[in-house]
Nanobody, 121 residues
Framework: QVQLEEAGGGLVQAGGSLRLSCAAS????????VGWFRQAPGKEREFVAC??????NPSYANSVKGRFTISRDKNTVYLQMNSLKPEDTAVYYC????????????????WGQGTRVTVSS
């Protein structure tokens, strides 16, 4: 299990931007596809975006398409979030998998602490 650490959350007004980061110390992290997920209060965790191990083939949930951009640089994966909406308020998590398709289900036993994003209206 790759140990991941999320950072970059905060409080922002609607329409604002934040950039989240997902970092790992293991060198093997560069061989994993990585996904971002979020869990809003009272809701289940949901898929947000993912990217393959080469930094290509990004995929997004319809709710964030056109506003969020996922990218990676060696052992860090970023989620640039623009035009934020109050409904984006959630704790954001990342996870990694050698099989990118598995990320869409988000069925993992291990999750990190996440980083909280709050968007005020």
């Amino acid at each position: 299990q790759v140990q991941l650490e999320e950072a970059g959350g905060g409080l922002v007004q609607a329409g604002g931007s934040l950039r989240l980061s997902c970092a790992a110390s293991e060198r093997t992290f560069s061989t994993y596809a990585v996904g971002w997920f979020r869990q809003a209060p009272g809701k289940e965790r949901e898929f947000v975006a993912c990217i393959n191990w080469r930094g290509g083939n990004p995929s997004y949930a319809n709710s964030v398409k056109g506003r969020f951009t996922i990218s990676r640089d060696k052992n860090t994966v970023y989620l640039q979030m623009n035009s934020l909406k109050p409904e984006d308020t959630a704790v954001y998590y990342c996870n990694a998998d050698v099989v990118m398709a598995n990320l869409f289900s988000g069925q993992y036993d291990y999750w990190g602490q996440g980083t909280r994003v709050t968007v005020s209206s």
